[in-house]
């Protein structure tokens, strides 16, 4: 059974740094690229980034470049996300996600996600 | 970048309607768009990808139409399990995959 699991959330003051992970189980992690989806208390879903399964290839939506860094270690299965020069408007809850690729791309399976606040 | 805008924003149904929930693109993306269904307190999961492709394990009430820019997600005969939101999510540019703003299903 295909599984994501997100840690490392939490409160930290606004100009603070936190470093998400995500550790997925039950596929062929090396295979597959893998994003970053977050989604504000009571609001939708923005993607943040993705990277290859190589990880030769990163993109990052504009509200975070410059200020996160996503990262894999295939050896131990896993996904990271350093966050620093955390503002407010990036409270949310992460996701990991699977990025599919054939001929269209889709998001499977999600993680439970992560809770980041951003707060003083 | 390309919009996607959901409609309705919100709708109530009983159970046993029959439901439907748009989804339109700012541009076209041929049948690049997947839907998702999020259940409170929970992550969302894949419905249908590629327009019209049932994901496994997903019910046969639940099925995805149209190409371009106007797509529909429909549930033939609502139960109780599918109150939830639903959001589409435009693969077309890999560079930004944008989502709706998402349909609150409610009874």
């Known amino acids: 059974q295909m599984q994501l699991v997100e840690s490392g959330g939490g409160l930290v003051k606004p100009g603070g740094s936190l470093r998400l992970s995500c550790a997925a189980s039950?596929?062929?992690?090396?295979?597959?690229?893998m994003t970053w989806i977050r989604q504000a208390p009571g609001k939708g879903l923005e993607w943040v980034s993705y990277?290859?399964?190589?990880?030769?290839?990163?993109y990052y939506a504009d509200s975070v470049k410059g200020r996160f860094t996503i990262s894999r270690d295939n050896a131990k299965k896993s996904l990271y996300l350093q966050m620093n020069s955390l503002r407010a408007d990036d409270t949310a809850m992460y996701y990991c996600?699977?990025?599919?690729?054939?001929?269209?791309?889709?998001?499977?399976?999600w993680g439970q996600g992560t809770l980041v606040t951003v707060s003083s | 970048d390309i919009q996607m805008t959901q409609s309705p924003s919100s709708l109530s149904a009983s159970v046993g309607d029959r439901v439907t929930i748009t989804c339109r693109a700012s541009?076209?993306?041929?049948?690049?768009l997947n839907w998702y269904q999020q259940k409170p307190g929970k992550a969302p999961s894949l419905l249908i990808y590629a327009a019209s492709s049932l994901q496994s394990g997903v019910p046969s009430r639940f099925s995805g139409s149209g190409s371009g820019t106007d797509f529909t997600l429909n549930i033939s005969s609502l139960q109780p399990e599918d109150f939830a939101t639903y959001y589409c999510?435009?693969?077309?540019?890999?560079?930004?995959?944008?989502f709706g703003q998402g349909t609150k299903l409610e009874i």
């Open positions: 999510q435009q693969s077309y540019t890999a560079l930004l995959y944008t």
């Open positions: 996600a699977r990025r599919v690729d054939a001929i269209h791309t889709w998001f499977d399976p």
């Open positions: 541009q076209s993306i041929s049948n690049s």
């Open positions: 990277i290859s399964n190589r990880d030769n290839i990163i």
């Open positions: 039950g596929f062929s992690f090396s295979d597959y690229y």
